[in-house]
Structure formats: structure tokens, C-alpha cells
């Protein structure tokens, strides 16, 4: 293999658009342009497109096409979720329960509702990043109104036990809302099983194209959001915008080829994984994080005891990882999942997080490893 080749592992930030995702989005950007709110011919064939798309994303999470909202990406899919409901609720309470280990984009709008007069708990979690249920279940108070938490950590890829969650949550009567971004197309998803309120998740995590996403709103358990963004009144009133049609049409397209290939894919990428890490912790101090719990089968993330962080990364110059959230990454700061999890910041700012994907290849594995574990001799070396 050339050393100079790059190899990407970062696959939890984003992956690359599938070949046969391009080319099923190519005709709308020329041919078959029409706004999807236009009464003739052109606007009902970008809208039929929009539809079929609709349902290709309904079936990959096992909902109703109706209960999906087309946004810009999960971000905005959240922002819409959680002002949207506050809004709406805010008569029935003002407290709002999540995680410390949610996604910058949950916790930096919770942030902005607490500014609005909401209260916010969040939950702790262990040294492996789990939640206690116990304290979740305490933490519930008559103002509660809404939970939220992520079904799939995006740095870790530990897997909360979501159905679980959802019993304690709706046995006392309050909204459960869930980003389930990480989860969707590397393990099953299932909608109706898990009787999620609302949901979160975007298509460039699953090989579609950028700015667009989804949210889900349960129409069974009658869940009331208000929109936030007006003018034009498209998708059912909650996000009014022209639609970004090639977007939602490549959306589609990779949602049915995660539902057709999702498991023999995340098998062969678990497997790559596994043998990943069986190289990784043979290097003196590496510790694998949440690795005794449910993970994705894509995610390792690993921390390298007495190591410059910030040079470990800048080493590793062929090898495309992380230390945390692509949406922070840029700012040099310890991981807020990692320090939620008891990681003091030298340790959690020498964590590395390594997301495979579809093209991760054997090859790429032990390059990568052989590469980690070059660099972290050589920089322990130094520090002696």
C-alpha cells in the first residue's frame, strides 16, 4: 500500500454519497427541475419524486410516510422538534430532561430553552456512558413535558436501551423524543417499536447527500409541535421552503439501499472493527471506551494514556479521524462525552474516535493500526 495514501475512518461525520445515489438525483438538478409546490406538470413530478422518497425513508425506520417532516439536516430537525414542542407545551410545564452526552446540536438548544425560562436536567452518565434509569425515573417531575436522548452516542457508539427508556418515560405520561442519526442504517430501526414521540436523523450519514434530513412525529400518540420557520406552508405547515428536491431524492434513494444491504454491511464492518480493536489494545496504554456495552458496529473510540493529543492527531496525517463531534471538532477542547464519562481532560484530548463504512476494507484496518501504533511508540518515546 502507498504510505501516502489517505485512508478515511471518520465515517460518523459523514460518508460519501453512493454512486447510485448521485445518479438517481442527477435528473432533478436539470431535466427534471420542478419546485415541488407548483400546480403543472413539472412541479407533480418533482412532487410524486418527493413522495417516493417520502416512503423509501418510511420504510428504512419503519413509520408512516405522513409522520416525516423534511428538513435541512438533523440539526435543523432537532431545533424544529425541541422549540417547536417547548412552544407548543409550555402551558403543561417548563422541564425538559436529556443527557450530558447528547450531540451539540440537543444541548446547545437546550441551552437557548433555558435562556426561555425552561429547566433542563441533565442526566449523568457512567464510566461506560450509560444512563441510569433510577435517576431518569427521579429526575421526572409533575412540570416534565418532554426526554430526550440519543438511541446511538455519536463519539462512542454505545446504544441506549430506548425501548426501556420509553416505558419509564410514557408511564408517566410525558413525550419521548429521540436522535436516532448514529443508528439509522447500521442497525435496525424500528419506529413503531419503539413508540418514539419524536425523532431526529439526516441523510449524509447514511451515503445520501448533505442538507437534508428528517423528523419524525408520531401521529398515534397525537404529538403537537409548532413550526418555526413561515412562509409558504409546505410540509404540512411545519417547514415552509422550497423543497430541496435532488436532496430528498438522494435521501430516498440511500434510505432503500440501507434497508436492502444495512445487515450483511454492518457485519462485515462489525467484523473490521472487531479485529481493529484486538490490534489496537495491544498498544501500551490504549483503552478501549465503552467497550464492555452495545456499541455501533462502526465505532471505536480509543484513549491512549500519557500522550500529546494534539500531536497524535497532527501525526496521523493519512488516516482520517477524530477526536469527537465533526461539529466541534475545529475548536481544540476535551470531548464533553468523554469528560461526562469520568476522562480527565489530558486523557479525553488523547482519544481518537474511528468510524468505519462501506468502503473500509481489511487493507485500510491494518494500515491503520500498524499507523496508530508507529505514531503512539514514537511519542511516548519522546515524552520519556
Excluded at 450531540?103 to 430553552?113: G, N, Q
Excluded at 429521540?178 to 414521540?197: E, F, H, R, W, Y
Excluded at 415552509?240 to 430516498?252: D, R
Aim: glycine fraction near 8%; include cysteine.
Amino acid at each position: 500500500m502507498n504510505v501516502k495514501q489517505k485512508i478515511y475512518l471518520d465515517y460518523n461525520a459523514t460518508t460519501p454519497v453512493d454512486q447510485r445515489v448521485l445518479e438517481t438525483m442527477l435528473p432533478f438538478f436539470t431535466g427534471e427541475f420542478g419546485n415541488a409546490s407548483s400546480d403543472h406538470v413539472f412541479g407533480w413530478e418533482a412532487d410524486d419524486a418527493v413522495e417516493q422518497a417520502r416512503n423509501q425513508i418510511a420504510k428504512l425506520v419503519n413509520c408512516k410516510a405522513s409522520e416525516i417532516i423534511f428538513t435541512s439536516g438533523a440539526t435543523e430537525a432537532a431545533n424544529l422538534a425541541l422549540f417547536g414542542f417547548a412552544k407548543r407545551n409550555r402551558s403543561k410545564g417548563r422541564h425538559i430532561i436529556t443527557a450530558r452526552t447528547e450531540h451539540k446540536a440537543i444541548l446547545d438548544t437546550m441551552k437557548v430553552l433555558e435562556e426561555d425560562g425552561f429547566e433542563i436536567t441533565s442526566l449523568n452518565v457512567d464510566s461506560e456512558g450509560n444512563i441510569d434509569l433510577n435517576e431518569l425515573e427521579q429526575s421526572i417531575t409533575s412540570e416534565t413535558i418532554l426526554v430526550c436522548l440519543m438511541m446511538a452516542n455519536n463519539e462512542t457508539g454505545i446504544i441506549h436501551p430506548i425501548q426501556e427508556i420509553e416505558k419509564v418515560v410514557h408511564s408517566r405520561g410525558i413525550k419521548f423524543m429521540s436522535d436516532i442519526t448514529q443508528a439509522v442504517g447500521k442497525i435496525p430501526v424500528d419506529l413503531k417499536k419503539m413508540n418514539l414521540d419524536l425523532a431526529i436523523f439526516s441523510s449524509h450519514k447514511i451515503y445520501g447527500p448533505k442538507g437534508v434530513g428528517a423528523l419524525y412525529i408520531n401521529k398515534k400518540n397525537k404529538v403537537d409541535i409548532d413550526p418555526q420557520i413561515f412562509g409558504g406552508g409546505q410540509e404540512k405547515g411545519m417547514r415552509a421552503g422550497t423543497l430541496n428536491v435532488p436532496g430528498i431524492v438522494g435521501f430516498g434513494k440511500a434510505s432503500e439501499i440501507a434497508f436492502s444491504e444495512m445487515q450483511e454491511g454492518s457485519n462485515r464492518i462489525g467484523q473490521l472493527r472487531d479485529k481493529l480493536e484486538r490490534l489496537l489494545i495491544k498498544i501500551e496504554g490504549a483503552e478501549i471506551n465503552c467497550k464492555n456495552d452495545p456499541r455501533l458496529p462502526n465505532t471505536t473510540n480509543i484513549s491512549f494514556k500519557d500522550i500529546d493529543g494534539n500531536l497524535l492527531l497532527r501525526k496521523l496525517n493519512t488516516l482520517a479521524v477524530s477526536r469527537g463531534s465533526a461539529c466541534t471538532s475545529n475548536i481544540i477542547e476535551p470531548s464533553h462525552v468523554l469528560k461526562a464519562m469520568g476522562l480527565n481532560d489530558e486523557l479525553a484530548l488523547s482519544s481518537l474516535r474511528i468510524s468505519l463504512g462501506r468502503e473500509t476494507t481489511e487493507a485500510d484496518i491494518d494500515f491503520a493500526a500498524s499507523e496508530i501504533r508507529t505514531i503512539v511508540d514514537q511519542l511516548r518515546r519522546v515524552s520519556i
